[in-house]
């Protein structure tokens, strides 16, 4: 700025010294003058608008990183559930001889079965579901009704949880009876 300054000084000097005529000087002085505030204007109206269109371009990218940032968490999480090294998941187990529900890390290379912490049976797990759902629900346990996407009318879930629950009750009386033969046996071998 200080070499336009200079610049400007220099220009007026010269039109002082070479015209004479004192009203044609102060007539050229003055338009000039006029003319350089002019410009002083446009470039203070442009220095205005770039710095008004900085402030706006850089609070588009302050919400474009805040935007990039929730992305890229979601991504990272969406990546660390995919290629989890750790083949270990919770499950949520109903023990068959107790009824005691509990939540147990299983890994499915390893373990075939979980020992039930309140009656320490042990509870044989089944990683191949051989019984086809008649819904067609992902990784179905006979529980439709939380697991599949479908709508069903208040009259299917009943019919769903009733042969759940009669389902579940039947195994378990059979276990039952196969645990008090089991006890009969031992106590005749004794």
Same mark, same amino acid.
């Given at each position: 700025?200080?070499?336009?300054?200079?610049?400007y000084q220099k220009i007026m000097s010269?039109?002082?010294?070479?015209?004479?005529?004192?009203?044609?000087?102060?007539?050229?002085?003055?338009?000039?003058?006029?003319?350089?505030?002019?410009?002083?204007?446009?470039?203070?109206?442009?220095?205005?608008?770039?710095?008004?269109?900085?402030?706006?371009?850089?609070?588009?990218?302050?919400?474009?990183?805040? #935007?990039?940032?929730?992305?890229?968490?979601?991504?990272?999480?969406?990546?660390?559930?995919?290629? =989890? &090294? !750790? *083949?270990?998941? +919770?499950?949520?187990?109903?023990?068959?001889?107790?009824?005691?529900?509990?939540?147990?890390?299983?890994?499915?290379?390893?373990?075939?079965?979980?020992?039930?912490?309140?009656?320490?049976?042990?509870?044989?797990?089944?990683?191949?579901?051989?019984?086809?759902?008649?819904?067609?629900?992902?990784?179905?346990?006979?529980?439709?009704?939380?697991?599949?996407?479908?709508?069903?009318?208040?009259?299917?879930?009943?019919?769903? #949880?009733?042969?759940?629950s009669s389902s579940k009750a039947k195994?378990?009386?059979?276990?039952?009876? =196969? &645990? !008090? *033969?089991?006890? +009969?046996?031992?106590?005749?071998?004794?």
């Open positions: 700025m200080s070499e336009l300054s200079n610049r010269e039109l002082k010294e070479n015209i004479k005529d004192e009203k044609q000087k102060e007539f050229v002085i003055g338009k000039f003058q006029e003319l350089s505030m002019m410009f002083m204007d446009v470039i203070d109206r442009l220095t205005y608008l770039t710095d008004f269109r900085i402030k706006e371009i850089e609070e588009q990218q302050k919400k474009i990183d805040k #935007k990039m940032q929730k992305i890229q968490k979601s991504v990272d999480s969406i990546e660390d559930d995919i290629y =989890e &090294d !750790d *083949d270990s998941y +919770e499950f949520e187990i109903i023990c068959p001889y107790c009824n005691h529900e509990f939540v147990a890390d299983i890994n499915s290379d390893i373990n075939t079965e979980v020992e039930c912490p309140e009656c320490h049976n042990m509870i044989e797990l089944d990683w191949n579901n051989d019984e086809e759902c008649e819904h067609d629900c992902t990784y179905c346990e006979h529980e439709c009704v939380a697991e599949d996407d479908e709508d069903y009318d208040d009259e299917q879930i009943e019919k769903i #949880k009733e042969k759940n195994n378990k009386k059979q276990k039952n009876i =196969e &645990d !008090d *033969d089991n006890q +009969e046996d031992d106590e005749e071998d004794m």
